[in-house]
């Protein structure tokens, strides 16, 4: 570790940022990054009582709760493990819960049908709206705009409930809705988030950075035809800025409600619940969202734990998850969800009760689960509270433009039922490749964060940082261009898969790209479906052919694309991995998908030979683990090691990562889970001192090679001295 710090010093020094002296400040995008409001964070009040979260916590949200919250209630908690609950609505059980000494949040804090749309499980309801681009947002009960008359109706309600909550010293947080969004979860809804047209012009012009194009109200229908047409002829602003106008005026909605609750009760974070992943639709712009929030609990899908838990520095506000329980899937899918989130940060979960008791008597899965519950509750969560993520110098690029761009050539495949179309997690191709990056790094001992394109349009790459990674970064602005050249140009490596920068931050194709230089590749706006993947679509599957898809071999099987090196290469103009040295750095085209690695995985293939074309730019930047786990001389399939730093002692937990499943209602857990227990070899780079097994208690003392029992839907959790 000692060796990994060290490093990490010495590319402070030699990546020194200078995004002030080539910042220009008449540059539009800059100017609105910098000074929109959407993408200032919250005053969080100085007295925050975060250390009333300083373990981990399990909270039941009590669906069928048929035990009661009398003692006998409460004696089941204590019993099994659970240290926290909910309340609805600001209403109790407050009596039952400061007897039982359990945490809890409080649900509902802004009602329940506005942040929430009314009937929003019934997508029908709203199939009327989906091809009016004039149509306001609203739901069975009527008309609901995100405008001043709504804010003052929920913030009352936040200053009720909060008034009533805040008197219970058990409360640790307030969600102010559960599933929430500025349509319905992230269905395709291009709708008006209001009426008010002229503040929709007056932010254009904003945007723009002067007079901007006049405010226009289209659907994906208007971008339909224009999919057969030129790259450089591709127009997408006038569906994506509508779209990033609805994400911001939601963001600053959200934030604003946060800052009521806080005004009333200082001490306790306040956020929502239901999280979705990271989407054009509904508001899920992480990069804007996080700066508004202090607690979240999210579905883990399309990334969205990595990128909540990369833009909350020091793991600073309360993370989690929610837990459904499933016989089909045995407890040891429990067991597993519990540790695995905790090594990724989370500070407890919510359990959906449903299928816990026969009667009043607890099921028998429970009291397979309890030791979990009782070990991280009672004795792992307050070791990880106040740690930092440490990872190996490596940034994914989190663009949302991209994932927006991206979403509009997905489309094509499916024409006009694009108003369907829903599982952008399981199908988007921004989704997938994000997620087969992070387990090409995982898979090969590296631990990464993400990095939003905001805080880089503000200050360049971070200085931690010695590689970035673009995932299909379609879409990007001539300053971001700006701050990755100069990244490179300082030390870094910068290594894109494919189609980098072929449009700006507003979906407008480009005539060159935007990072063309730096890589030593050429585009001149030429460029049709023809010349990407297997020159039918612009992306590397049809999406609508295997919408239901059960295999990744069955989504890839849906286009026929050169494949070099197991991947499909992606701009048939280019070649396959070109280099070009840029100052101190690197920067590297791939001209791959790493797609595939998904199936690979999934099908047990996966290897070191697999990942070597887009590892070795990593290898090559000097990034080498400096863990390795084995057992019988080699790395265990789908192993990963997280690292947490918390004063001068260092958490390594190695765990499975198993791929997850889930839907934009929760639910899901680890597929093809592997529940026996191995024997593994923990080998450090270098001698490290004081080393403990943080489970058994046991002092390893110092040295290099560490043995250790691997129960595989569990973790091995120790610790050393940096």
């Not at 102010?176 to 209001?194: A, N």
Request: glycine share 10%; proline share 5%; with cysteine.
């Amino acid at each position: 570790m000692a060796t990994r710090l060290s490093m990490c010093l010495a590319v402070t020094v030699s990546l020194t940022l200078s995004a002030v002296s080539f910042a220009d400040e008449n540059d539009p995008y800059y100017v609105y990054i910098t000074t929109a409001p959407e993408f200032q964070p919250v005053k969080a009040p100085a007295n925050l009582a975060l250390a009333r979260w300083d373990t981990w916590i399990y909270m039941p949200w009590r669906y069928q709760w048929t035990i009661g919250t009398g003692d006998e209630g409460g004696q089941f908690c204590r019993d099994f493990g659970i240290n926290g609950g909910f309340t609805d609505h600001g209403d109790g059980p407050f009596a039952w819960l400061e007897q039982w000494n359990l945490r809890f949040y409080n649900d509902h804090t802004a009602g329940k049908g506005f942040l929430y749309l009314r009937d929003a499980n019934q997508r029908s309801r709203f199939q009327a709206f989906q091809r009016d681009p004039r149509a306001i947002r609203q739901d069975r009960e009527g008309l609901k705009p995100l405008d001043e008359a709504l804010f003052g109706k929920l913030a009352e309600l936040v200053r009720t409930r909060v008034g009533r909550v805040k008197k219970s010293p058990m409360r640790v947080a307030y969600a102010l809705d559960d599933e929430i969004s500025w349509g319905i979860f992230v269905v395709p809804l291009p709708w008006r988030v209001h009426d008010d047209d002229a503040a929709y012009q007056a932010w254009l012009d904003r945007y723009y950075g002067g007079k901007g194009p006049k405010a226009q109200f289209v659907t994906p229908d208007f971008i339909l035809p224009q999919l057969k047409g030129r790259l450089a002829d591709l127009d997408f602003s006038p569906l994506l800025d509508r779209i990033t106008y609805n994400d911001s005026v939601w963001a600053n909605f959200i934030g604003r409600l946060v800052e009521v609750a806080n005004e009333v009760d200082p001490e306790t974070p306040c956020g929502f619940v239901g999280g979705q992943s990271p989407n054009i639709w509904g508001g899920y712009d992480y990069a804007k969202l996080m700066k508004k929030i202090q607690f979240i609990e999210a579905y883990d899908l399309g990334s969205s734990q990595a990128i909540i838990r990369s833009f909350n520095p020091g793991n600073a506000f309360p993370q989690v998850t929610t837990h459904f329980h499933s016989d089909a899937r045995g407890t040891a899918n429990d067991v597993w969800q519990s540790w695995y989130y905790f090594a990724h940060g989370n500070r407890g979960m919510i359990g959906w009760v449903e299928g816990w008791f026969d009667g009043t008597k607890p099921r028998p899965w429970l009291y397979e689960y309890r030791a979990t519950l009782k070990e991280l509750g009672e004795t792992q969560g307050p070791k990880l509270f106040g740690a930092r993520w440490v990872h190996d110098g490596i940034a994914i690029y989190y663009s949302h433009p991209s994932i927006q761009v991206s979403w509009c050539l997905d489309m094509e495949a499916h024409g006009k039922t694009w108003v369907n179309r829903g599982n952008d997690h399981r199908l988007g191709t921004s989704h997938l490749v994000r997620k087969a990056w992070e387990y090409l790094l995982v898979d090969s001992g590296l631990q990464y964060s993400f990095i939003s394109y905001d805080e880089v349009v503000r200050n360049g790459i971070p200085p931690e940082y010695r590689v970035l990674i673009l995932p299909a970064c379609y879409a990007l602005s001539d300053i971001e261009a700006e701050r990755i050249k100069d990244f490179c140009e300082r030390g870094g490596t910068v290594i894109a898969d494919f189609c980098c920068g072929l449009f700006d931050q507003h979906g407008k194709g480009r005539k060159r790209g935007a990072l063309d230089d730096l890589f030593g590749v050429s585009h001149d706006g030429s460029e049709t479906a023809r010349d990407f993947f297997g020159d039918r679509l612009w992306v590397e599957t049809d999406q609508d052919a295997a919408y239901g898809y059960k295999r990744y071999r069955e989504l890839f099987a849906t286009i026929s694309c050169q494949l070099e090196k197991g991947y499909a290469v992606a701009e048939r103009r280019l070649p396959v991995g070109t280099v070009r040295k840029v100052g101190r750095g690197s920067a590297v085209y791939l001209n791959l998908s790493p797609q595939r690695y998904l199936q690979y995985r999934e099908e047990g293939t996966a290897s070191d030979e697999l990942r070597q074309p887009f590892l070795q730019p990593i290898h090559n930047a000097g990034i080498r683990p400096w863990i390795w786990v084995t057992s019988e001389g080699r790395r265990p399939a789908n192993t990963e090691v997280c690292y947490w730093k918390k004063g001068d002692r260092v958490y390594a937990l190695v765990v499975q990562s198993a791929p997850v499943t889930g839907s934009m209602r929760g639910g899901g857990g680890a597929e093809q889970l592997k529940v026996q227990t191995i024997s593994i070899e923990v080998e450090f780079a270098r001698n490290v001192r004081d080393v403990r097994n943080e489970r058994t208690g046991e002092s390893l003392g110092d040295g290099n090679r560490f043995r250790f029992d691997f129960p595989l839907a569990e973790a091995v959790f120790l610790s050393f001295l940096e």
